[in-house]
């Protein structure tokens, strides 16, 4: 049996460890082998191999130590894979799996090896060692993740930024029309929360255009609503979020925008998850990292551009 379960272990170690090297050089199916890897690993070695070392053990004691054991070891591999895979709740998830092996299995653990009378110290130092491992490990891969979002959203601003120099080149219709007008007050607005924003940061709007990896906190949360309330706007984000609302009640009026009106709401990201009238410049501003409040900025302003010389729509 114990055999059986080492080979066992190994191939399964294996197809995880062929599925990271896959994931690391973006090669396909690389989800498939971490998915049935891990899940394999979690759901039937890990427990095959607990209950095996629980019936070697002379008394079979220990039970809740093993049932913790494999817990644990489910709530982190579980963390683990959803913020590989980018599935939802990725982030409390992991957030869990850091903290779950100090307040549950860490107790049970020094409770248990306290029983022992043939109680042996490197144990513990082990285990303690292992679950700052664990915490670093976590850490270590949030971060990738999150850098990994943050690279793809500078090519993202790279081709806002390609189009946007072509929509310049364009003639815009009628640019006296009110609709015009007013989108070059909207535009304005756009213009000033980028360089607030990037002012706060130490950079410029032309080192931002130009693609490369600037902003010293890329990854924070909160900095550009921080960035706009020291502006004295108050509440922060408002002026835009009018501005927005006067423009899509413009089109509704005027003869030939009605149809753009309609989706306006979901081109200008206008619609928070909840429906309370200050919750879009916290959920906008506030709740995203720095670098994609940027590129939101950037695809509004392609976005307005662009109704700009496509004129009404007949």
Not at 74 to 80: A, L, R, S
Not at 102 to 107: E, G
């Amino acid at each position: 049996m114990k055999q059986k379960l080492y080979i066992f272990g190994v191939i399964n170690t294996v197809v995880i460890l062929t599925g990271t090297i896959f994931k690391i050089s973006h090669w396909p199916g690389a989800g498939y082998l971490l998915v049935s890897g891990i899940i394999t690993l979690v759901l039937v070695f890990l427990p095959l191999a607990l209950v095996d070392h629980y019936k070697g053990a002379g008394k079979r004691q220990n039970l809740l130590l093993h049932i913790v054991t494999w817990l644990t070891c489910f709530v982190i591999f579980t963390g683990m894979l959803f913020k590989i895979q980018h599935w939802p709740a990725a982030a409390p998830l992991t957030a869990v799996a850091i903290i779950f092996p100090y307040v549950v299995f860490l107790p049970v653990f020094l409770v248990t090896v306290a029983k022992n009378k043939n109680f042996n110290i490197y144990n513990t130092v082990f285990v303690l060692l292992l679950l700052a491992a664990n915490s670093v490990v976590c850490a270590i891969l949030a971060l990738n993740v999150t850098r990994e979002r943050i690279h793809d959203s500078f090519n993202l601003s790279d081709n806002y930024n390609k189009v946007e120099s072509v929509l310049n080149q364009l003639p815009a219709f009628d640019l006296q029309s009110p609709v015009n007008l007013k989108i070059n007050e909207v535009l304005k607005i756009v213009d000033e929360y980028q360089k607030l924003i990037l002012a706060k940061n130490g950079s410029t709007e032309d080192q931002w255009n130009s693609g490369k990896d600037i902003l010293r906190w890329p990854d924070m949360r909160g900095f550009a609503a921080k960035a706009l309330a020291e502006s004295g706007e108050s509440p922060y984000g408002t002026k835009l979020q009018n501005g927005l609302k006067d423009l899509i009640s413009l089109m509704k009026g005027t003869p030939g925008y009605e149809k753009m009106a309609e989706n306006a709401i979901t081109v200008f990201d206008l619609d928070p998850p909840s429906k309370d009238e200050m919750a879009w410049p916290i959920w906008k501003f506030n709740g995203d990292y720095l670098t994609w409040v940027l590129i939101y900025l950037d695809g509004l302003e392609t976005n307005l551009r662009m109704i700009k010389v496509s004129g009404k729509m007949d």
